[in-house]
């Protein structure tokens, strides 16, 4: 009896050991297992997993820090700059990226009202779908991103490149 | 008991006074240097640099018109500042003009205008008009009136 007893306990016990290694692996989410994966060396403390397959650094813009706006589709980067300066943005926009200490990069679309959607819903106003996202020209890291996506936009790219701006804003430190 | 007091009343006022004069000394490392690369000077040489549907023509017109204070340079080289921009027409669509009974333009235009010195963006300015009376040459007479706006208040 007392021997059966010591081989279900045994056998009890080497079940366990045999199914630990793979129980961390499971309960592991993907968020952890992607940020793990990507996570570069000495630079642990900066970085910040939203999303699966998504790093964005959590350092902050510096105030008066020089931005490269480059070329963007149908000119948006003059938008978004016109919208920086609008919204007040403390950086400095240079045209020169060799002078900068970030870049804002990204892409815009302009949706047309048509004639189904003037006629049904009276609208002639365009829909508006951006995104940018800014990088540290030293360290690589991407410290802001932004999508934007107006329905019935009533300045079109206008209001876009101001809705980036002022995000952008919220982001920068004094 | 009255000259110690006297003598009292008179050191803080002594200090009371060093403390005032020190200030305006203290304050002075502290304030920022204003940024004159972003200023864009009364009678500065600006290049305009060509845009989609020769909109930088349309804009040397606007501020030749709104009598923007800037001497408008054929050549890059001898220019202190550059216009450059974007601008975009969309020519009203029978579905407008026949559901919205409007004949007008959209009209989208953003300049900024770039210290060639420094490197640096002085001014810049988006405009959108859904219904634009006078087509691109709203746009760029806006852009004039807002630039103008700006070398005038000196900042």
Known sequence: MRKAV??????????????QPESPAEKKSPEQTDASSQKSPGSDENLVAS?????????????????????????????????????????????????????????????????????????????????????????GAVVFAYSVNKVNSVRGKQSAGEACAKHMKEKIVD | MKHTGLVGLFLIMAVLVSGAQQQPGKAAPSEKVPD?????????????????????????????????????????????????????????STAKKLIMGSWHSRESASIKVVNLKTATVAFAYSYNNDNSAHGKKSSSESCAKHLKEKIESGK
């Open chain 1, 6 to 19: 010591l081989a279900f306990v045994a056998f009890c016990a080497l079940s366990a050991w045999a199914q």
């Open chain 1, 51 to 139: 999303e699966p397959n998504t790093l964005i650094s959590a350092q902050k813009i510096p105030f008066g820090a020089r931005v490269y706006v480059a070329p963007m589709p149908n000119g948006f980067d003059n938008y978004v700059i016109a919208g920086i300066q609008k919204k007040k943005v403390p950086v400095v926009i240079v045209a020169d990226r060799s002078k900068a200490e970030f870049e804002v990069t990204g892409i815009a679309e302009t949706d047309k009202a048509g004639w189904a959607k003037m006629l049904f819903l009276g609208s002639q106003q365009t829909n508006e779908s951006a995104s940018v996202k800014m990088v540290n020209l030293k360290t």
């Open chain 2, 36 to 92: 004159t690369s972003q200023v864009i000077p009364s009678g500065a040489k600006v290049f305009i640099a060509p845009m989609p549907d020769d909109f930088n023509q349309y804009l040397k017109t606007a501020i030749e018109k709104k009598k923007v204070p800037v001497t408008v340079v054929e050549n890059r080289d001898q220019a202190d500042f550059e216009i450059t921009g974007y601008s975009e027409t969309q020519k009203a």
